[in-house]
């Protein structure tokens, strides 16, 4: 199993470009989560799904959107980046009523010029 | 008041010392209590959860939660190198998890 995989690993952006980050996993969870961790501020939730056809918002929503699009799959897309959605984007998967043993990729580091 | 409020160190100790980790809350409803271990550029793995008050062991590994307190701890024994990390709480209730900003731990040899 690889768990929670994530691509790119790494990518730089112009302000105003577009890109989707994809996330996988192969555990069979039904829910998974996006978040972002900045220095100092600590892993904040963007976007959720609680089931395959369901997403709801986090903390940091704005700018962001998603697509569940399978079970085993959810993206983020950054519309039109900015420097301030410089940060290290992680996915995450866990059983419903399991919010307590998510399960985390490697992450996405995120530069917007 | 922040709902979770973690020390982001860096916190050093000598090889074998025993290391204690801690985090205090305000929100009386979480039910679940973790600890997560973050290694650099990784994503975090769980080390531990439990959802009731009192010790939880694992190996070298203590969680400890005092819920009258609104208060946990993460101690680890006979620390190695192998354990400098960030280390994050987290607890939740109802599926929303709220993460500490980490401590970052440092073992010297």
């Known amino acids: 199993n690889a768990g929670v995989t994530q691509t790119p690993k790494f990518q730089v952006l112009k302000t105003g470009q577009s890109m989707t980050l994809q996330c996988a996993q192969d555990?069979?969870?039904?829910?998974m989560y996006w978040y972002r961790q900045d220095p100092g501020m600590g892993l904040r939730l963007i976007y959720y799904?609680?089931?395959?056809?369901?997403?709801d918002k986090g903390e940091v929503p704005n700018g962001y959107n998603v697509s569940r699009l399978n079970k085993r799959e959810f993206s983020l897309r950054l519309e039109s980046a900015a420097p301030s959605q410089t940060s290290v984007y992680f996915c995450?998967?866990?059983?419903?009523?399991?919010?307590?043993?998510?399960?985390f990729g490697p992450g996405t580091r995120l530069l917007v010029l | 008041q922040k709902e979770v409020e973690q020390d982001p160190g860096p916190l050093s100790v000598p090889e074998g010392a025993i290391v204690s980790l801690n985090c205090t809350y305000s929100?009386?409803?979480?039910?679940?209590f973790m600890w997560y271990r973050q290694y650099s550029r990784k994503g975090p793995e769980l080390l531990m959860y439990?959802?009731?008050?009192g010790n939880k062991e694992d190996g070298r590994f203590t969680a400890q939660v005092d819920k009258s307190s609104k208060y946990i701890s993460l101690f680890i024994r006979d620390s190695q190198p192998s354990d400098s990390a960030t280390y994050l709480c987290?607890?939740?209730?109802?599926?929303?998890?709220?993460f500490g900003k980490g401590t970052r731990l440092h073992i010297l040899p």
């Open positions: 995450a998967s866990s059983e419903p009523g399991g919010g307590e043993t998510q399960y």
């Open positions: 555990m069979n969870h039904n829910s």
């Open positions: 799904s609680a089931s395959e056809g369901t997403t």
């Open positions: 929100n009386s409803a979480f039910q679940y």
């Open positions: 439990t959802y009731s008050s």
């Open positions: 987290a607890m939740s209730v109802n599926d929303k998890i709220i």
